[in-house]
């Protein structure tokens, strides 16, 4: 899975900080163990109450862990990377990336606009 650089370098300073498990798990409990769906879900669902505001907090923003991979994805899409490569890094058909998120897309309408235009001008301006 390609990481953008600035995870990288966030994850390096993680391993520094924290290391891995004896077996190189990153993520474990306190006493070096396998997690557990209850487990992490206990941790998500205090962090959320940490950091969220009281309406984020019964909003569905994060509800799950695993809404962060489509918070991920849309955001790959919205920035404008290549529906292909978008695709691929999450596992995907293009068939199956568009239908689960091609909504964000439509939020990118004006980005689309001024990428078009701004690729026709350059086209038609004389060398």
């Given amino acids: 899975m390609p990481i953008p650089p600035h995870f990288v370098r966030m994850l390096r300073e993680h391993l520094d900080t924290h290391g891995t498990a004896p077996d190189g798990r990153l993520f474990r409990t306190a006493r070096g163990g396998l997690l557990q769906e209850t487990g992490y879900g206990e941790v998500w669902a205090r962090a959320r109450e940490s950091v969220l505001t009281e309406a984020e907090i019964v909003s569905l923003l994060a509800r799950r862990p695993y809404d962060l991979r489509h918070a991920g994805v849309s955001f790959w899409l919205s920035s404008g990377v290549d529906p292909m490569e978008c695709a691929r890094r999450a596992g995907h058909s293009i068939a199956v990336l568009l239908k689960v998120y091609a909504k964000v897309l ?11 235009d701004a690729a026709l001008r350059e086209w038609n301006e004389p060398e």
């Fill in 106 to 116: 439509d939020r990118t309408r004006e980005q689309a606009n001024n990428r078009i």
